[in-house]
């Protein structure tokens, strides 16, 4: 079992930047890879991007590519989420997601591929 809490969400300006972190506990949470996903208001669950167990390889969405970065201290079994430039469509509950598999790649941005879920951490962009 691996149970992931998120924190860092609040308010900020577009052009603004904030990091949200994921904790994770359990005995292999440095195990898994890790996912960020959003849900903006009205929309579904969006795959933001994601890292492997040992931090060395990332993937993102094309809307978040070279603004948002993932990274991951396992001695601290916490995964952080930094987002720079950001726009008000950024706007959404921010998840973190644990997953077994080795690599992200674009076939690995499913939620189904993710078996454990934090509650999210709001973020709000205001224009």
């Known amino acids: 079992q691996v149970q992931l809490v998120e924190s860092g969400g609040g308010l900020v300006r577009a052009g603004g930047s904030l990091r949200l972190s994921c904790a994770a506990s359990?005995?292999?949470?440095?195990?898994?890879?890790m996912g960020w996903f959003r849900r903006a208001p009205g929309k579904g669950r969006d795959f933001v991007g994601a890292?492997?167990?040992?931090?060395?390889?990332?993937y993102y969405s094309d809307t978040v590519r070279g603004r948002f970065t993932i990274s991951r201290d396992n001695a601290k079994n916490t995964v952080y989420l930094q987002m720079n430039s950001l726009k008000p469509e950024a706007t959404a509950v921010y998840y973190c997601?644990?997953?077994?598999?080795?690599?992200?790649?674009?076939?690995?941005?499913?939620?189904?591929?993710?078996?454990?879920w934090g509650q999210g951490t709001q973020v709000t962009v205001s224009s």
């Open positions: 997601a644990a997953g077994g598999f080795s690599r992200p790649t674009r076939a690995t941005t499913g939620r189904n591929v993710y078996g454990y």
């Open positions: 890292t492997s167990p040992n931090g060395a390889s990332t």
């Open positions: 359990g005995r292999t949470a440095s195990n898994y890879a």
